[in-house]
């Protein structure tokens, strides 16, 4: 008999590479009882990555979540483990020292006990502030080396930064295959490497199934020496999520390795759940396709988490350039069509942004090029010519050193617009904002929680903790929900014959639910939802958002001058955090100021002035969902 294989089950990681959210607080109480039951997993991956923000946009609290969540592991001796993205600590961006300090005190106190830090950009010094704080909290440790395949991304590139980690303190090391892409052989002399020189540190391995190599690569990495795997289960394995339980258990037992048994009644009882929760509504943000193997992922190599949202988000994208098309007398694309030119653009823009390793933020944000890329070029305009600030963070050096060079063309376009590159501790751009935050709730009159658990998600989460304390996010939650359920049910019924009196061509235009749209009257701007047609199948009133022809409260009237656009479709933000100072009425702007921002694909799009003058409208509250070409504000 060879050693013991363990195994962890990536219970967030799962769904979130499903779809775009996880089980609420509720049903996660429920099913931990049947998973201990399971009595095979040594681990369980409870919180971090997008887990906060998930619960946010349900309008729940995160910090219940996780208490309720991991107690019963507890206490049952089986460790939690959380995802930490380093400098970005839980969001796409980076955090401020204090803020991820306090993370980690938190998250301890809620019942983490391994904190799992990566950093997008393999940049150790990015991870060294975690292991500090991560230990000081009594956490153990383990960072990751995030894989992906290039040129630069060799076994010594890997060996290397596994040595440095763990001379730097690192408890554990996570080999973190985000997109299921590493090459087995290679991954396999990676962990070998590690053991040979520290056969004391625990190697965990975590991988994505989307391309198939991953059930070798894990055969691979415990012959190499690997202590955990991370393992999913049915029905929501392989595709863009991980290897099924069953199958690695199996193939590990044939190996001769030491394997926990599984008790099956309560495997089925998960399996149930889990169903039963995809039923209730998390199934609605589940694309079929993200259950599916993928080979097509071996050439961008994004990884499995981001496809579980990206699916849903071509969605929109694929209508907003169809709507570019018919108004332009161009045949329509389809969504394949979209996912191809994507792929390619992501493989042309990769390596001239200095191959960051395809994990979050940096996977979303070489996507999110790409797709703006493709976007803007199918309108006719340049490549380029839309780079969020983010992006422009990464690229300039502020978010960590890149792997490799960034072409010509990159450097040109920042020095042409006059944008300076940083070679110092990315940590030192992000200053404290603990004290801002904690004055911003006393004046709100808003408890810091226990363990200061409240301060730390505000000062995570701004904008979304705003809209969970308003009530707004919950509102908004319910209401897609419902437009889903209604959009579903109207799909599944019989298409009816179009009446003669109406043109055919005209009957299939007509759109099938209710469209808010942004209506003038008397030069006051309202937001009304309009029901075509038939309206049995129309989501209830109650239901919904913004009431039908009810002036938006938060509305401004239209002002006198140049109307600021959209340049995509998403959430409109006046300021990226709390603590800055937004632009209002009556405020003057010069061209090339930040007037607002477009929240889309988790990043935040700054819209600039094109020209100069007085803002006379504001026509949107923070939070507010934007079409492309909506007006904004207008400057006079």
């Not at 219940?64 to 206490?75: I, L, M, Q, S």
């Not at 990751?144 to 090391?173: F, N, Q, W």
């Not at 008397?522 to 009133?541: E, M």
């Amino acid at each position: 008999m060879k050693r013991e294989i363990k195994f962890s089950l990536v219970f967030r990681d799962m769904w979130q590479s499903a779809g775009k959210y996880v089980p609420t607080v509720d049903q996660l109480t429920r099913v931990a009882p049947a998973i201990i039951e399971m009595g095979c997993f040594a681990r369980v991956e409870t919180n971090g990555g997008g887990f906060e923000q998930v619960n946010l946009l349900f309008g729940e609290n995160p910090n219940r979540a996780v208490r309720e969540w991991t107690k019963p592991f507890h206490e049952a001796g089986i460790q939690t483990h959380m995802l930490d993205r380093a400098l970005n600590g839980l969001r796409m961006s980076p955090v401020p020292d204090d803020v991820r300090q306090l993370f980690y005190q938190v998250k301890k106190a809620q019942g983490t006990d391994i904190a799992r830090t990566f950093c997008g950009l393999n940049d150790v010094r990015n991870i060294a502030p975690s292991i500090r704080y991560a230990k000081a909290a009594g956490m153990i440790s383990q960072c990751s080396l995030c894989i992906t395949h290039s040129p630069i991304h060799t076994v010594e590139y890997y060996t290397k930064m596994a040595m440095e980690l763990i001379e730097l303190g690192a408890d554990e090391i996570c080999i973190k295959d985000m997109a299921g892409i590493g090459r087995p052989h290679s991954l396999g002399q990676i962990v070998a490497n590690i053991k040979a020189k520290h056969p004391e540190i625990p190697v965990q391995y975590h991988s994505h199934a989307g391309p198939g190599f991953n059930v070798a690569s894990i055969l691979e990495v415990c012959n190499a020496g690997c202590d955990y795997i991370d393992v999913g289960m049915e029905p929501l394995s392989w595709g863009t999520g991980h290897a099924d339980l069953l199958t690695v258990q199996a193939m590990l037992k044939d190996a001769g390795y030491k394997v926990p048994e599984i008790n099956m009644k309560a495997y089925m009882k998960v399996r149930s759940l889990i169903q039963e929760f995809m039923d209730d509504c998390l199934g609605l943000y589940i694309s079929p396709k993200n259950r599916l193997m993928n080979s097509l992922l071996i050439g961008p190599g994004l990884p499995g988490g981001m496809m579980g949202s990206l699916m849903s988000d071509l969605e929109k994208n694929l209508e907003t350039i169809n709507k570019n098309n018919i108004k332009n007398n161009k045949p329509l694309m389809s969504q394949d069509q979209l996912l191809i030119k994507l792929f390619d653009e992501v493989a042309y823009v990769w390596p001239r942004v200095g191959y960051p390793p395809l994990v979050t933020p940096f996977s979303q944000y070489v996507k999110n090029l790409a797709l703006m890329n493709v976007m803007q070029m199918e309108k006719g305009k340049a490549r380029w010519s839309m780079i969020a600030d983010d992006i422009w963070d990464m690229i300039l050096g502020k978010a960590g050193r890149l792997p490799g060079p960034l072409a010509p063309e990159i450097i040109e376009k920042a020095k042409a617009e006059g944008r300076k590159f940083f070679e110092g501790n990315p940590q030192d751009n992000y200053p404290d904002a603990l004290d801002k935050y904690r004055k911003l709730m006393n004046e709100k009159q808003w408890e810091t929680g226990e363990d200061d658990e409240e301060l730390f998600e505000y000062a995570m989460h701004p904008a979304q903790y705003e809209a969970y304390r308003s009530g707004k996010a919950k509102v908004e939650f319910k209401a897609d929900v419902a437009k889903r359920k209604a959009e579903k049910q109207t799909a599944a019924q019989p298409a009816t014959v179009p009446s003669q009196a109406a043109p055919a061509s005209m009957a299939m235009a007509m759109p099938t639910t209710p469209q808010v749209m942004t209506v003038d009257v008397n030069g006051q701007s309202y937001k009304v939802t309009v029901a075509f047609g038939d309206t049995a199948n129309a989501v209830p009133a109650e239901t919904q958002a913004a009431p039908a022809a009810t002036p938006a409260p938060t509305a401004a009237p239209a002002g006198t001058g140049k109307e600021v656009l959209s340049p995509l479709e998403g959430k409109f933000f006046l300021v990226k955090s709390a603590s800055d100072t937004p632009v209002k009425v009556g405020d003057v702007v010069k061209e090339g100021d930040v007037l607002c921002y477009v929240e889309a694909m988790k990043t935040y799009n700054a819209v600039r002035a094109e020209f100069s003058g007085t803002v006379t409208a504001i026509c949107l509250a923070s939070g507010d969902a934007v079409s492309e070409d909506d007006v904004l504000m207008t400057i006079q």
